[in-house]
């Protein structure tokens, strides 16, 4: 398998993920100052580093949709993840948790431009407020989640509706 992959690749047949994306680029504009991003059971400097580039991989999978030939900049102002932060006690010792309630959605405020191939500013918008009032699941955080697996996975569906409403919902 790997072979044939080395074959299409010599030939041309297959080209690297990001020749056929557009470019994004991702500030993060004082993360210090953002209204949610503790960490539940993990260092904080460590946990906010993972959720940063969860976000970059998020970003960039978006912008995967967009015409290869355009640049998308983003900076993010605030984030508030889905949930809190919240002790519980298991085998007789507490541990933190990050706990989902009914209006504990995810939130976000950035703002961003998109550019054509020239430079030219196609989209611009500042301080844009994303909510995730309609992100499915309660309780509390899963395993996988609090591994790593899927980090932002309120967060993610979030980001998913805001790009397909802003970037997809005009294209012909």
Same mark, same amino acid.
């Given at each position: 398998?790997?072979?044939?992959?080395?074959? *299409?690749? *010599?030939?041309?047949?297959?080209?690297?993920?990001? @020749?056929? @994306?557009a470019?994004v680029?991702?500030?993060?504009?004082?993360?210090?100052?953002?209204?949610?991003?503790?960490?539940?059971?993990? =260092?904080?400097? #460590?946990?906010?580093? #993972? /959720?940063?580039?969860?976000?970059? @991989?998020?970003?960039?999978?978006? *912008?995967?949709?967009?015409?290869?030939?355009?640049?998308?900049?983003?900076?993010?102002? $605030?984030? $508030? !993840?889905?949930?809190? /932060?919240?002790?519980?006690? /298991?085998?007789?010792?507490?541990? =933190?948790?990050? /706990?989902?309630?009914?209006?504990?959605?995810p939130?976000?405020?950035?703002?961003?431009?998109?550019?054509?191939?020239?430079? +030219?500013? !196609?989209?611009?918008?500042?301080?844009?407020?994303?909510?995730? +009032?309609?992100?499915?699941?309660?309780?509390?955080?899963? @395993?996988? #989640?609090? #591994?790593?697996? =899927? !980090?932002?996975?309120?967060?993610? *569906?979030?980001?998913?509706?805001?790009?397909? +409403?802003?970037?997809?919902?005009?294209?012909?």
């Open positions: 398998m790997l072979r044939l992959l080395s074959i *299409a690749m *010599a030939a041309g047949l297959v080209l690297p993920l990001h @020749a056929v @994306a470019e680029e991702v500030t993060w504009h004082e993360p210090d100052s953002y209204k949610d991003m503790q960490a539940a059971e993990s =260092n904080q400097e #460590r946990y906010e580093k #993972r /959720v940063m580039e969860a976000f970059d @991989a998020k970003f960039s999978e978006l *912008a995967s949709k967009l015409p290869e030939d355009q640049r998308l900049h983003i900076t993010v102002t $605030d984030v $508030d !993840l889905a949930g809190m /932060v919240t002790p519980r006690e /298991v085998g007789g010792s507490m541990q =933190n948790f990050r /706990v989902v309630e009914n209006m504990d959605y939130y976000m405020e950035l703002s961003y431009t998109l550019y054509d191939a020239d430079g +030219n500013v !196609l989209k611009q918008v500042e301080d844009e407020r994303i909510r995730g +009032n309609e992100v499915p699941g309660q309780g509390l955080s899963t @395993a996988e #989640r609090r #591994r790593g697996g =899927n !980090l932002i996975e309120y967060e993610s *569906a979030m980001l998913d509706r805001w790009f397909r +409403n802003t970037f997809e919902s005009n294209e012909e």
